[in-house]
Protein backbone atom coordinates (compact mmCIF):
# COMPACT_ATOMS: atom_id res chain seq x y z
CA UNK A 1 0.00 0.00 0.00
CA UNK A 2 1.60 3.04 -1.17
CA UNK A 3 1.39 5.62 1.78
CA UNK A 4 2.75 9.84 1.40
CA UNK A 5 3.02 11.48 4.61
CA UNK A 6 3.85 14.91 4.71
CA UNK A 7 5.34 16.84 8.06
CA UNK A 8 6.73 20.04 8.54
CA UNK A 9 4.17 22.69 8.43
CA UNK A 10 3.05 25.07 11.15
CA UNK A 11 2.48 28.48 11.98
CA UNK A 12 5.47 31.36 11.20
CA UNK A 13 5.75 35.32 10.36
CA UNK A 14 6.66 36.49 6.91
CA UNK A 15 10.13 36.21 6.37
CA UNK A 16 10.61 32.82 7.89
CA UNK A 17 11.24 29.52 6.81
CA UNK A 18 10.22 25.90 6.99
CA UNK A 19 10.75 22.54 5.58
CA UNK A 20 8.34 20.29 4.38
CA UNK A 21 9.00 16.89 3.79
CA UNK A 22 7.42 13.97 2.48
CA UNK A 23 7.85 9.93 3.53
CA UNK A 24 7.07 7.80 0.89
CA UNK A 25 6.52 4.23 1.44
CA UNK A 26 5.40 1.45 -0.60
CA UNK A 27 6.61 2.70 -3.77
CA UNK A 28 9.81 2.10 -6.06
CA UNK A 29 11.04 5.60 -4.85
CA UNK A 30 13.27 6.44 -8.01
CA UNK A 31 10.71 5.52 -10.44
CA UNK A 32 8.32 8.31 -9.40
CA UNK A 33 8.44 11.94 -9.94
CA UNK A 34 7.65 13.99 -6.65
CA UNK A 35 5.68 17.22 -6.25
CA UNK A 36 4.31 19.17 -3.77
CA UNK A 37 0.74 20.94 -4.01
CA UNK A 38 -1.21 23.39 -2.10
CA UNK A 39 -4.55 24.53 -1.71
CA UNK A 40 -6.68 27.14 0.37
CA UNK A 41 -10.06 26.83 1.11
CA UNK A 42 -12.44 27.70 -2.39
CA UNK A 43 -9.62 27.55 -4.56
CA UNK A 44 -8.31 24.77 -7.05
CA UNK A 45 -5.45 22.79 -6.16
CA UNK A 46 -2.05 24.86 -7.21
CA UNK A 47 1.13 23.49 -8.32
CA UNK A 48 4.30 24.64 -6.18
CA UNK A 49 7.30 22.60 -7.56
CA UNK A 50 8.11 18.84 -8.79
CA UNK A 51 11.23 17.05 -9.02
CA UNK A 52 11.71 14.23 -11.74
CA UNK A 53 12.08 10.93 -10.94
CA UNK A 54 15.92 11.02 -10.82
CA UNK A 55 16.19 14.34 -9.32
CA UNK A 56 18.16 15.25 -11.92
CA UNK A 57 15.10 18.41 -12.84
CA UNK A 58 13.29 20.48 -11.01
CA UNK A 59 9.79 23.06 -11.80
CA UNK A 60 8.79 25.96 -9.66
CA UNK A 61 5.76 27.81 -9.85
CA UNK A 62 6.66 31.15 -11.06
CA UNK A 63 5.83 33.07 -7.11
CA UNK A 64 7.73 30.41 -5.86
CA UNK A 65 11.28 30.74 -8.04
CA UNK A 66 13.91 32.11 -5.82
CA UNK A 67 12.24 31.42 -2.86
CA UNK A 68 11.42 27.31 -2.37
CA UNK A 69 13.97 24.76 -2.83
CA UNK A 70 12.48 20.79 -3.88
CA UNK A 71 14.53 18.09 -3.57
CA UNK A 72 15.10 14.38 -2.86
CA UNK A 73 16.77 12.21 -0.26
CA UNK A 74 16.52 8.68 -2.14
CA UNK A 75 18.40 7.24 0.86
CA UNK A 76 15.20 8.13 3.23
CA UNK A 77 12.48 8.07 0.73
CA UNK A 78 11.45 11.62 1.18
CA UNK A 79 11.15 14.21 -0.72
CA UNK A 80 11.80 18.12 1.08
CA UNK A 81 10.26 21.49 0.18
CA UNK A 82 12.11 24.50 1.72
CA UNK A 83 10.40 27.25 1.55
CA UNK A 84 12.43 30.44 2.49
CA UNK A 85 11.24 34.03 2.61
CA UNK A 86 7.38 33.26 3.26
CA UNK A 87 4.56 35.25 2.51
CA UNK A 88 1.12 35.31 3.45
CA UNK A 89 0.03 34.39 0.37
CA UNK A 90 2.22 31.12 0.76
CA UNK A 91 -0.56 30.42 3.18
CA UNK A 92 -2.16 27.26 2.12
CA UNK A 93 -2.37 23.36 3.11
CA UNK A 94 0.51 22.05 1.18
CA UNK A 95 0.18 18.31 -0.34
CA UNK A 96 2.97 16.01 -1.36
CA UNK A 97 2.02 13.93 -4.53
CA UNK A 98 3.72 10.95 -6.46
CA UNK A 99 3.37 10.24 -10.40
CA UNK A 100 4.96 6.65 -11.78
CA UNK A 101 4.07 7.66 -15.56
CA UNK A 102 6.90 8.20 -17.95
CA UNK A 103 5.82 11.52 -19.38
CA UNK A 104 5.89 13.68 -16.44
CA UNK A 105 3.02 16.57 -16.67
CA UNK A 106 4.56 18.25 -13.43
CA UNK A 107 2.41 21.02 -13.01
CA UNK A 108 -1.16 18.88 -13.60
CA UNK A 109 -3.00 17.34 -10.53
CA UNK A 110 -4.85 14.57 -12.93
CA UNK A 111 -1.34 13.45 -13.50
CA UNK A 112 -0.28 11.74 -9.78
CA UNK A 113 -1.05 8.75 -9.02
CA UNK A 114 -1.24 9.17 -5.09
CA UNK A 115 -1.29 12.16 -3.08
CA UNK A 116 -0.37 12.54 0.57
CA UNK A 117 -3.09 13.84 3.31
CA UNK A 118 -1.38 17.49 3.77
CA UNK A 119 0.28 19.61 5.97
CA UNK A 120 -1.23 23.21 6.70
CA UNK A 121 1.40 26.24 6.58
CA UNK A 122 -0.03 29.48 7.99
CA UNK A 123 2.50 32.77 7.17
CA UNK A 124 1.01 35.60 9.19
CA UNK A 125 2.52 39.40 8.67
Known amino acids: QVQLVESGGGLVQAGDSLRLSCAASGLTYNTYHMAWFRQIPGKEREFVAAVSRSGDTTYYTDSVKGRFTISKDGAKNTVHLLMNSLKPADTAVYYC??????????????????WGQGTRVTVSS
Open 97 to 114: AADGKYYFDYDQPRAYDY
